[in-house]
């Protein structure tokens, strides 16, 4: 290992970071695969295995994916929600790899809502 | 590789004695088991804090805080979270008194009132893994030094941030490094006092264990303060964990070129070594920490010379404390301005304290100077367990003194501790409740000081001696008029006439009590009776006919079979059997056992 110069620090910092930048817990949006019995039946692992590797690809740092249980709609599996801080969270439906790769590129990176694979905009009321 | 959560483990002592890295074992095998092992990474980390609770888990980046986890709680948890996304209710923290549990570690008020300077990366990197600190702004700051500063920038920034020594004298930090580099005597050492020796503290531990880089980035900076070329970082052999991390971070940042020669292609050389001391309390002390790096015997010696001057081997040498150095870096990278925004006039920044007591989150804790004792104890500390009082707050361990509860809005700064006679110390904040004997509790902080006297100081020797023999008396029954007059007496003789702070401040914790809870120390020695009913000499236990339920319960616990009585009745204790184990108090469900 050659010794360190001032300036790979930051190189060091900005490879470590890809990986722990989720410790932060904050991103500019937050992708939740529905993971219930029926999300994982349907192919939800294949839709998280899709995402995580498009971010790697992409080289994305500010995007946080969680698992979350089954979102009520069962037969519409696998599913995904895209949460924007101060917008409606949107869903979508009847996930495959090619879609999450279109969503990916349309709207995680683009800002574009995919409406043709999305279900709706927004959230049921809460309490 | 990218991981859509990371599971972070504590793997500090306590959480490892709890049995975490057997958790941490179970958590990878089932991960593989259920194949999320590219999803999701398991990450060991040093102390979180809410030691009480361990073993703990973080899962991030949902923030979900997992306590009191079991090997067997594991595949259940692993099914259910990361599988299918439902973290799970019942391994969640549960604040006293409540029912609903707190699902993220930012809402938890023990975790949300906190200030981190010193802990700031704990159970957010991985200590072996020199990159994850870079990651977090590591040796950054030392870069900063080397090529932007001169070594008096660095002192008059040290000096201007108002750092005081956190090993409990609380001198300036930066005025020390000022006498250090003033000596012109070559070479220089600088010196890492990781001997904690305070009981139930364990700040220095818990730094070293979490974020071990943090203490090299700042004693290599204080060595270039300095012209430091050499530095020791002492730790007791007690700490196995601590040393394991510290030898590899250390292995570490030389192979990446931040200890060594030439660092950062700067022309600035330093090396370290970590020296594992044989535990014995007086090496905190730096004097006879010097003596004990040297091969002698750890006894103090007079000072003047300082450290400073004649240290290490006769030649210049700084010591500071383990808290002190994690400052640095951030001091630097800051800037002393934002530092000394933190804290009051007097005391700047944040303190670590090891909670400990009666107090139901015990653990460790990292507040801004100038809290309130009642906020620790009672929003950070989640208040005293069992719905009872608060009686007192002793700070310093067996250096520092009793806080009465009555005092208990006092601001937390070296200063207002002081002039409550007692001191801010290393960061020992020991909680006690009603059912504490303040005498005992001098007793047994006597106990410790006594054993711990090197010897040397005929006044702490033999001293501290009397004193505990009194407070043992006391204790027994056998206290006598004048005992308390005689106690007020020694006191400021073993201060006065002792050489090092061990027998300087070991007289504290009576006098403390002495001059908050006489009315104690006269119950005792007047009365023959101890009001916390504590004291086995002169407490009685017995059962109060108009409570007692006859439930039979104290009878079947009571291990001598002092409990008798005709059934269906109030029953009755054989004073002359009975041991005062107090059992039948503990397992009493209608408050009839009364102690007297």
Request: glycine fraction near 10%; proline fraction near 6%; aromatic fraction near 6%.
């Amino acid at each position: 290992m050659p010794k360190l110069k001032p300036e790979d620090l930051d190189k060091i910092a900005e490879k470590v970071k890809r990986t722990t930048l989720l410790r932060e817990g904050e991103g500019r949006m937050r992708l939740m695969v529905h993971m219930g019995t029926c999300g994982i039946a349907a192919g939800a692992r294949t839709v998280m295995k899709t995402l995580l590797g498009e971010i790697e690809a992409n080289d994305v740092k500010d995007v946080l994916v969680t698992a979350s249980s089954c979102a009520g709609l069962c037969s519409r599996e696998p599913m995904m929600t895209v949460e924007v801080p101060d917008q409606p969270p949107v869903k979508y439906v009847d996930l495959t790899s090619d879609k999450v790769k279109e969503i990916f590129s349309k709207h995680i990176m683009g800002g574009e809502v995919v409406s043709e694979f999305a279900l709706a905009q927004g959230s049921e009321r809460m309490l | 590789m990218v991981h859509r959560a990371h599971a972070m483990i504590c793997t500090c002592t306590n959480c490892v004695s709890n049995g975490s890295l057997r958790v941490k074992g179970a958590l990878e095998e089932e991960i593989k088991k259920q194949h999320l092992q590219d999803d999701v990474k398991v990450v060991p980390t040093g102390a979180s804090g809410l030691c009480v609770k361990g073993p703990i888990l973080v899962v991030q980046p949902e923030g979900i805080f997992y306590q009191l986890l079991t090997v067997e709680d594991v595949p259940h948890l692993v099914e259910e979270h990361f599988l299918k996304g439902r973290p799970v209710k019942s391994l969640m923290y549960v604040p006293p008194g409540e029912e609903a549990p707190i699902p993220n570690i930012r809402d938890i008020p023990f975790f949300k009132n906190q200030r981190l300077i010193a802990l700031r990366n704990r159970g957010l990197i991985d200590p072996d893994e020199i990159e994850e600190y870079i990651a977090r702004d590591g040796y950054k700051a030392l870069a900063k030094a080397l090529t932007s500063m001169t070594p008096e920038e660095v002192i008059e920034e040290v000096k201007a941030s108002g750092l005081r020594g956190r090993g409990g004298g609380g001198f300036p930090t930066g005025r020390k490094w000022e006498l250090c580099r003033a000596s012109s005597e070559t070479p220089k050492y600088i010196i890492c006092n990781a001997d904690e020796g305070d009981p139930g503290a364990f700040m220095d531990r818990s730094v070293l264990e979490a974020d071990p880089h943090s203490v090299i980035e700042g004693m290599t900076i204080g060595a270039y303060a300095m012209g430091g070329t050499q530095g020791y970082i002492y730790v007791r052999v007690e700490y196995p964990l601590a040393i394991k991390r510290m030898i590899r971070a250390v292995e570490q940042a030389r192979e990446y070129g931040l200890l060594g020669e030439d660092i950062f292609g700067s022309g600035f050389d330093f090396d370290l070594d970590v020296f594992q001391g044989a535990g014995a309390f007086v090496c905190g002390e730096e004097t006879s920490l010097i003596a004990s790096i040297e091969g002698r015997p750890p006894e103090p010696r007079m000072r003047p010379p300082y450290p400073a001057q004649s240290g290490l081997w006769g030649k210049p040498t700084n010591i500071n404390n383990v808290e002190t150095w994690a400052n640095v870096p951030v001091i630097i990278n800051w800037g002393a301005k934002w530092f000394a925004e933190i804290g009051t006039d007097t005391s700047k920044g944040t303190k670590v304290f090891s909670l400990a007591g009666n107090v139901n989150n015990a653990g460790l804790v990292e507040v801004p100077m100038g809290i309130t004792l009642r906020e620790i104890v009672y929003d950070i500390g989640g208040g005293i367990p069992h719905g009872k009082t608060l009686k007192a707050v002793q700070t310093g361990g067996p250096s520092g003194g009793f806080i009465p509860g009555d005092l208990l809005d006092l601001s937390v700064d070296y200063d207002r501790l002081q002039e409550a006679g007692a001191i801010m110390g290393s960061g020992g904040m020991i909680v006690v409740d009603e059912n504490t004997c303040m005498v005992d509790m001098a007793k047994y902080f006597l106990e410790f000081t006594t054993s711990e006297s090197c010897g040397r100081c005929n006044a702490c020797r033999e001293g501290l001696q009397a004193m505990y023999q009194i407070l043992t008396d006391i204790c027994a029954g056998k206290g006598k008029e004048g005992d308390i007059e005689l106690l007020e007496e020694l006191a400021p003789a073993v201060k006065d006439a002792s050489l090092c702070a061990l027998g300087r401040t070991a007289p504290n914790p009576v006098l403390t009590t002495l001059r908050y809870f006489k009315d104690e120390y006269e119950a005792h020695i007047k009365e023959q009776r101890c009001p916390a009913g504590v004291c086995k000499a002169l407490i009685e236990y017995s059962i109060d006919p108009e409570k007692c339920k006859a439930c039979m319960l104290c009878v079947k616990n009571c291990p001598e079979g002092a409990i008798f009585g005709e059934e269906k009745q109030p029953q009755t204790i054989n004073q002359e059997k009975c041991i005062k184990c107090g059992l039948c108090r503990d397992v009493c469900k209608f408050e009839a056992v009364k102690v007297q």
